[in-house]
Structures are given as C-alpha cells and as structure tokens.
C-alpha cells in the first residue's frame, strides 16, 4: 500500500499539470481569436475610411489584452508579450495618423503574433519537448 502512494501521488500531479495545461490553451486561444476578430473589424473600418470606428474596435482589442496582462505575463513568454504590446501601440499611432497602408500591415502583424502566441500555448508534442 505504502508503494502505490508516491504513484497516485505523481498520477495526480501529472493529470493536474495536464488540465491546468488544456484550460490555457483554451484561454489564450479564446483570447487570441477575440483579438484577432476586433482587428479584423478594425482594419475593414480603416479600408473603409471610417478611422473612429477603426479606432474605436482597436481600442477595445486593447482592453481586452491589457485586462488579461496578468495572466499573460504569467503563462507567456515575456518576449512574445512585448511584441504584440508595440504592434498594439503602433497601430494607435497610425490610427491617429490615418495612415492605412501602415495600420493595416501593422494589423496584418499583430494578427500573426496573436496566432503565434496561440500555437505555442497548444498542447503538443513539439511545444512539450
């Protein structure tokens, strides 16, 4: 009896890392597509001319970013983070300047960040070893 005990013990540590695991996978992968979904927004706004509503959807995929900073800072890389806080901050800046090739590549870039922010959370073989 007293064998099987370290055994359920490092069971239970493992199942627990392993569903701690799948629920950030999930959070961030959330996170990441509502981002994505307000800069898609943003930039159809900015094509269109309509750079206070562009404005507007970028603000709140900020907010959204900054009200999990937290947590982010916590289970992310701190490099990955930083990119995305100076893509966010430069599509501000070209926002203000209504500059729609720079907005909307700067966009086109946080987009891929955020995408590759969500992949690297995913539970795989190649992001566990």
């Known amino acids: 009896m ?9 069971c239970l540590t493992l199942a627990s ?16 597509d509502t981002i994505g979904q307000q800069l898609a927004i943003s930039q159809a ?34 490099a990955e983070i930083d ?8 599509m501000q800046e070209y926002a203000q300047q209504q500059d729609l090739a720079q907005y909307c590549t700067t966009a086109e870039q946080l987009t891929l960040q955020l995408q590759q922010l969500k992949e690297t959370q995913q539970l795989s073989i190649k992001n566990i070893f």
């Open 83 to 90: 990119e995305a806080e100076t893509l966010f901050a430069q």
């Open 2 to 10: 007293t064998s099987i005990k370290p055994l359920l013990i490092a």
């Open 17 to 32: 890392l392993f569903i701690a695991s799948a629920m950030n996978c999930r959070t961030v992968s959330a996170l990441s």
């Open 45 to 78: 706004a900015a094509e269109n001319g309509q750079w206070s509503e562009a404005e507007d959807a970028l603000v709140q995929a900020g907010e959204l970013w900054h009200s999990h900073n937290t947590y982010l800072h916590i289970t992310v890389n701190h």
